[in-house]
């Protein structure tokens, strides 16, 4: 099978023919569809600092947002059959730890990613076990399918506390960005401000909702905007998604008293913070946000994406096919874009 193949800790990728994967008595493999690039498909390009500290392997088939029929299940697998269309989580649980036992899979203490340390879906088929395949209706179009993982983070991060109702901040446009705009929106958030320094990305977060107020950073002032138009309060409500120095700190600079602040972007160091005046004295609430619930995030993203009031469809920009991922991935990189689809099978 043709695949997205990372051959050694250096910059780039190659297309190789490999074989296709064998799968054990608790997996099924897929046939993918078609496939999504994500931020940490570009570190894993790039192999810098990130994977490194992940423990990434190498060499192996990079993806992991992926949509695909099950072609083949093993002996153990109840749930799935041969024909389903499914989507991928990513995150592959031991199913035997103390977080695994208690609803919290998602963060299990033996945790591995698809596509980061095991062979991913950029691919014609991956394989993944029972657990992560997530069945979806007959009708969805694929590329639909393989943004599942990425909204459900949205889904995840905005939906972790009260929002209705409440003045919330989105830091940081990209693909889960302009997920976040939407799920707000739907969910009655009072004003959603959103906060990024690339145009393209905030005219398409600004079409994801009513009312929203794009702030270029680059540009204009975020934090004495923010404070201005929430009657100098700021805010209730920060989602961080930039993953950048600046974006964190200007979210802890306009959360208001009592406020909460979800971080979900990844940093690749440590970030300096003023606790004492942005979250001690201010009683700020942190949630940090990894990935999706196993699987409460699903069955929500699944029921607002059915339910057409979110339109998911906008923030899918590109499409290319397998041959030209590198492309791809550049331009998911280069940002002026939503998300990039690979046309696969
Ligand atoms: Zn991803
Ligand atoms: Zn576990």
């Given at each position: 099978m043709k695949a997205v193949y990372k051959a050694n800790r250096g910059?780039g990728i190659e297309i190789r023919d490999i074989s296709i994967p064998k799968i054990s008595?608790?997996e099924v493999l897929v046939k993918v569809k078609k496939a999504?690039i994500?931020?940490?498909d570009?570190?894993l390009y790039?192999w810098?600092?990130?994977?490194?500290?992940?423990?990434a392997k190498n060499p192996m088939v990079i993806g992991h947002e992926f949509?695909g029929e099950?072609v083949e299940?093993?002996?153990?697998?109840?749930?799935?059959?041969?024909?389903?269309?499914?989507?991928g989580?990513?995150?592959i649980?031991?199913?035997?730890?103390?977080?695994?036992?208690?609803?919290?899979?998602?963060?299990?203490?033996?945790?591995k990613i698809l596509g980061v340390h095991t062979d991913g879906a950029f691919a014609e088929y991956v394989k993944i076990?029972?657990?992560?395949?997530?069945?979806?209706?007959?009708?969805?179009?694929?590329?639909?399918?393989?943004?599942?993982?990425?909204?459900?983070?949205?889904?995840?991060?905005?939906?972790?506390?009260?929002?209705?109702?409440?003045?919330?901040?989105?830091?940081?446009?990209?693909?889960?960005?302009?997920?976040?705009?939407?799920?707000?929106?739907?969910?009655?958030?009072?004003?959603?401000?959103?906060?990024?320094?690339?145009?393209?990305?905030?005219?398409?977060?600004?079409?994801?909702?009513?009312?929203?107020?794009?702030?270029?950073?680059?540009?204009?002032?975020?934090?004495?905007?923010?404070?201005?138009?929430?009657?100098?309060?700021?805010?209730?409500?920060?989602?961080?998604?930039?993953?950048?120095?600046?974006?964190?700190?200007?979210?802890?600079?306009?959360?208001?008293?009592?406020?909460?602040?979800?971080?979900?972007?990844?940093?690749?160091?440590?970030?300096?913070?003023?606790?004492?005046?942005?979250?001690?004295?201010?009683?700020?609430?942190?949630?940090?946000?990894?990935?999706?619930?196993?699987?409460?995030?699903?069955?929500?993203?699944?029921?607002?994406?059915?339910?057409?009031?979110?339109?998911?469809?906008?923030?899918?920009?590109?499409?290319f096919p397998l041959e030209e991922t590198e492309?791809a991935i550049?331009?998911?990189?280069?940002?002026?874009?939503?998300?990039?689809?690979l046309n696969i099978s």
């Amino acid at each position: 099978m043709k695949a997205v193949y990372k051959a050694n800790r250096g910059k780039g990728i190659e297309i190789r023919d490999i074989s296709i994967p064998k799968i054990s008595k608790d997996e099924v493999l897929v046939k993918v569809k078609k496939a999504a690039i994500c931020g940490s498909d570009i570190h894993l390009y790039e192999w810098n600092d990130w994977c490194e500290n992940v423990n990434a392997k190498n060499p192996m088939v990079i993806g992991h947002e992926f949509c695909g029929e099950v072609v083949e299940a093993g002996d153990n697998v109840s749930s799935i059959k041969v024909g389903d269309l499914v989507a991928g989580e990513t995150h592959i649980p031991c199913g035997q730890c103390n977080m695994c036992k208690t609803g919290k899979q998602h963060i299990c203490q033996n945790m591995k990613i698809l596509g980061v340390h095991t062979d991913g879906a950029f691919a014609e088929y991956v394989k993944i076990p029972e657990v992560c395949a997530w069945k979806l209706t007959k009708d969805t179009p694929p590329e639909i399918g393989a943004i599942y993982e990425p909204f459900a983070i949205a889904v995840h991060g905005v939906l972790k506390d009260k929002i209705t109702g409440l003045s919330t901040v989105i830091i940081g446009a990209g693909p889960i960005g302009m997920f976040a705009v939407g799920v707000a929106n739907f969910a009655g958030s009072s004003q959603i401000f959103v906060v990024d320094i690339n145009d393209y990305r905030l005219d398409l977060a600004l079409k994801m909702g009513e009312d929203i107020i794009s702030i270029n950073s680059g540009k204009e002032n975020a934090v004495k905007i923010i404070r201005e138009k929430t009657g100098g309060i700021g805010a209730e409500v920060v989602i961080e998604l930039s993953g950048s120095v600046s974006g964190t700190k200007t979210g802890f600079e306009v959360v208001g008293k009592s406020g909460r602040v979800c971080l979900i972007g990844l940093h690749s160091k440590e970030v300096p913070l003023d606790l004492v005046n942005n979250v001690i004295y201010k009683e700020t609430t942190i949630y940090g946000i990894t990935g999706r619930e196993m699987f409460d995030s699903w069955y929500l993203a699944d029921k607002l994406i059915h339910s057409g009031k979110i339109d998911v469809k906008k923030v899918i920009t590109h499409e290319f096919p397998l041959e030209e991922t590198e492309k791809a991935i550049l331009t998911a990189k280069e940002g002026n874009c939503g998300k990039v689809i690979l046309n696969i099978s």
